[in-house]
C-alpha cells in the first residue's frame, strides 16, 4: 500500500497515511480538525540493474531491426514475384 501525506491548511500539520488505492482522500486534519490537502513527496521508487536507460541498448547494434527487416522482407517479395510470373508465363 502506498503511502500518502496530508497537510493541514489551518495548523500546517504535516501527516502520512497508509492507504489503498480505492480508499477516499482524507478530508480532516488528525491535530487541529482543519483542512488537508494531499501533497506530492519524494519516492523510494529505483530503477536498478541493467536495460532500463537507453544507454544500456547503445551497444547492442547500431542498425535497428525494424529498418533491416524492411530491407530482407522487401528482397523476398521481389524474388517470389519473378519466381511466380515466370512459373506461370511457362505453363500458359
Not at 496530508?6 to 500546517?12: D, F, P
Not at 492507504?19 to 529505483?46: A, M, R, Y
Request: hydrophobic content about 20%.
Amino acid at each position: 500500500m502506498p503511502i500518502y501525506e496530508y497537510k493541514c491548511n489551518r495548523c500546517g500539520h504535516i501527516s502520512e497515511q497508509w492507504q489503498k488505492f480505492s480508499d477516499p482522500p482524507l478530508e480532516t486534519c488528525e491535530v487541529c480538525g482543519g483542512p488537508v490537502k494531499k501533497i506530492i513527496s519524494t519516492n523510494t521508487f529505483h530503477l536498478k540493474g541493467t536495460g532500463w536507460y537507453v544507454t544500456d541498448y547503445a551497444s547492442r547494434r547500431t542498425v535497428p531491426a525494424t529498418k533491416e527487416k524492411n530491407k530482407t522482407s522487401t528482397k523476398d517479395e521481389g524474388q517470389n514475384k519473378t519466381k511466380k510470373d515466370s512459373g506461370t508465363e511457362g505453363s500458359a
